[in-house]
């Protein structure tokens, strides 16, 4: 297995800008995975097929267990410098971004939940390094009020349900999720060997369509007591989602951010003399947007929890980041003009895949919402 990480400048353009000597230790497997998907991603999003080889060249390359702490195996990269391979990930791809998002922001919470004493947390992370595991989530159809159910049965839960937006699912080996018992949501995964555990295929849409974000059905699904790993009340956001949605916004924010970079990449090397003013405008909105994420990582410290302070923290410089990326993509398709406007060109396929980001929680929008209920005394989340 390859382990490569030597230092280099992030992808072929300006953006982002390494700071520190480390920001860019793992930007050049994940550049060198990037190129893997850049060459079949026509065909994914034609298709809506899943990003199979770049997943395999992330194997080949141990980005899964990018992550993952080096005394368990993995890479040790930090949030800072997972942030910077996603960027650089996504400048190639954005549905493969995407979807290695998922897996990354969980396997930064397993390293939080095991920094803060989780029983559970160390062997998570020790499959991912030894055994390439991937997870996915369902976070996306979960969220505060799941239709999933699980009834107790002995020392097993019996769980049915639908879970929609799991992306990564025919790549992934099992799925972070969870159900209602009674006025609790509890938080547990369930491989996809598990009888009762199908895919199915739904996944049509406008953009990262290779993401294969398909929906994962539970039928009498049994899932040992032992697995839980948190629980809240039903209907309140809780431990979990903080643990969860903490990791979640850098990672994604700098996923949309690396399809924005690589919008601006092409706009740049195609531009006329003409167009200095949108470049410009293009390269700042990436700037601010960037030091919006960093400085949010930076706030946070080492030794940060997950809570409603943190939570609008990273969440306001996801939305910074969101916001900025669809800007620029829009701004790199009124550069190149009429010749965005052809499904050859990748410009297309990135200003599609980047209406995804206004989707996330919180969105853009909820999370004005959530930092003014803060300042008025309000930490809890509704919407």
């Given at each position: 297995m390859t382990t490569t990480t030597e230092p280099m400048q992030v992808g072929s353009g300006t953006y982002p800008t390494p700071v520190r000597p480390d920001d860019t230790r793992f930007v050049g497997m994940a550049s060198r995975i990037g190129?893997?998907?850049?060459?079949?991603?026509?065909e994914h999003d034609r298709d809506a097929t899943f990003v199979v080889e770049a997943y395999d060249a992330m194997r080949s390359e141990g980005y899964l267990a990018l992550a993952v702490p080096e005394e368990l195996g993995g890479l040790g990269a930090t949030m800072r410098q997972v942030c910077y391979a996603q960027a650089e990930l996504a400048r190639h791809d954005g549905a493969t971004g995407l979807a290695q998002a998922m897996h990354q922001y969980l396997v930064l919470m397993q390293g939080f939940r095991r920094r803060n004493g989780a029983?559970?947390?160390?062997?998570?992370?020790?499959?991912?390094?030894?055994?390439?595991?991937?997870?996915?989530t369902s976070g996306g159809s979960d969220w505060l009020w799941p239709t999933t159910t699980a009834v107790v049965d002995g020392d097993t839960l019996v769980?049915?349900?639908?879970?929609?937006?799991?992306?990564q699912s025919p790549g992934a080996t099992v799925v972070a999720t969870c159900a209602v018992v009674g006025d609790e949501v509890l938080h547990f995964?369930?491989?996809?060997?598990?009888?009762g555990v199908r895919i199915e295929e739904t996944w049509d849409t406008l953009g990262m369509r290779g993401t294969a974000s398909h929906d994962v059905v539970l039928e009498d699904v049994r899932i040992p007591f032992g697995n839980v790993a948190g629980k809240r009340p039903y209907g309140e956001f809780g431990g979990p989602l903080f643990a969860a949605t903490v990791h979640f916004a850098p990672v994604v924010g700098a996923t949309y951010y690396g399809i924005a970079a690589g919008a601006r990449d092409i706009a740049v090397a195609a531009a006329k003399k003409g167009g200095a003013r949108p470049i410009g405008l293009m390269d700042t909105r990436l700037r601010t947007a960037w030091w919006s994420l960093m400085g949010a990582i930076?706030?946070?410290?080492?030794?940060?929890?997950?809570?409603?302070?943190?939570?609008?923290?990273?969440?306001?410089?996801?939305?910074?980041?969101?916001?900025?990326?669809?800007?620029?993509?829009?701004?790199?398709?009124?550069?190149?003009?009429g010749r965005a406007f052809f499904k050859k060109s990748p410009l297309e396929r990135a200003f599609r895949d980047v209406r995804a980001a206004k989707f996330h929680p919180l969105t853009p929008e909820s999370t004005l919402s959530y930092v003014g209920k803060l300042a008025l005394g309000d930490p809890g989340i509704t919407e």
């Open positions: 190129a893997v998907a850049a060459e079949h991603a026509a029983p559970d947390a160390e062997k998570v992370l020790r499959r991912v390094a030894a055994e390439g595991i991937v997870i996915a769980v049915n349900g639908r879970k929609a937006f799991c992306s995964s369930v491989p996809f060997s598990a009888p930076d706030e946070l410290g080492d030794d940060y929890a997950c809570s409603p302070s943190t939570l609008a923290t990273v969440m306001t410089a996801k939305r910074e980041a969101v916001l900025a990326a669809l800007e620029v993509v829009d701004l790199a398709m009124d550069v190149l003009g």
